[in-house]
């Protein structure tokens, strides 16, 4: 019980430095108010386990936005905003494709750093995709689209979890619902210059930037955040391929990612990358 006591109490202290580091020295101009929202939502986030009834929305920036779960949606609002895992950004884009959108919260990142940049978002899972239109409809210059990224056009079965973030192409990453979702290329939804690419799509990186290479549009990027998942159940390993097509391309990268905890699990990588001689 103490162990358990210390370690709650270790996580808090820790949250709470992260975000008094978010709050004093984050790239965010509204960094407070931002920081202030996610203390209010480590609140609620309390106060529902105690009484099993968890809000299903909560404001962001003056926006309501809309969730299944509310454990999950503190995870994605510390990873997106506080830890700002989509940092880094070195121009200021006019044009931004989100690839694996989820419920929307790195369209809401990147409207709060380039307000007047047009953001086109797309998310496979139908459940999801609702959570997203709602959370969206408020921002100017936004269009979304319920497809899933791939290397082909038509329907292609997707898994998903309501409620738990876990949604893929992939049969084996844990979800518990198949459903029929339409597909389309990369390539197709690039049709023109893209300032900022941002792809989180759950193994389908791999077959999506294949197909992109072959179309002759990956030049048409400036700069890219794509996250990579490594280790996938069922899948070869293909990383050392991937990077080489980013090198091919004419990308320079970096990479981030923490060990798992055991040998041969499950890793994301997060990947920035840009062009190595800009246009």
Avoid at 71 to 99: M, N, Q, R, S, W
Avoid at 139 to 148: Q, T
Avoid at 223 to 248: C, K, N, V
Wanted: proline content about 5%.
């Amino acid at each position: 019980m103490l162990n358990g006591l210390a370690t709650r109490v270790a996580d808090h202290v820790e949250t709470l430095s992260d975000v008094l580091h978010f709050a004093t020295h984050g790239s965010q101009g509204r960094r407070r108010e931002i920081a202030r929202d996610f203390l209010k939502m480590r609140f609620l986030l309390g106060v529902a386990k105690k009484n099993q009834k968890p809000p299903d929305h909560l404001s962001l920036l003056g926006i309501p936005i809309h969730f299944s779960d509310l454990g999950t949606f503190k995870y994605v609002f510390e990873e997106v905003f506080i830890h700002e895992c989509y940092g880094g950004c070195p121009i200021t884009p006019a044009t931004i494709l989100d690839c694996g959108s989820n419920i929307g919260m790195s369209i809401v990142y990147f409207k709060s750093l380039w307000p007047h940049a047009r953001i086109t978002g797309v998310e496979a899972s139908p459940g999801t995709f609702a959570l997203l239109q709602e959370n969206v409809a408020g921002l100017k210059d936004v269009r979304i689209l319920n497809k899933a990224v791939s290397d082909r056009e038509g329907s292609i079965p997707f898994y998903t979890s309501p409620g738990l973030g876990v949604s893929s192409t992939n049969p084996l990453r844990g979800a518990s619902e198949e459903v029929l979702v339409e597909a389309m290329p990369l390539s197709r939804l690039i049709e023109g210059e893209i300032d900022l690419l941002k792809i989180d799509i759950e193994g389908s990186e791999i077959a999506a930037f294949e197909e992109l290479e072959a179309s002759g549009k990956m030049p048409l990027i400036r700069f890219m955040f794509i996250e990579y998942h490594h280790h996938l159940p069922g899948e070869s390993h293909a990383l050392s391929t991937f990077l080489s097509r980013l090198e091919r391309c004419g990308f320079n990268y970096e990479t981030a990612a923490a060990l798992p905890k055991r040998v041969g699990n499950f890793q994301d990588i997060v990947i920035r990358a840009w062009q190595a001689q800009p246009h």
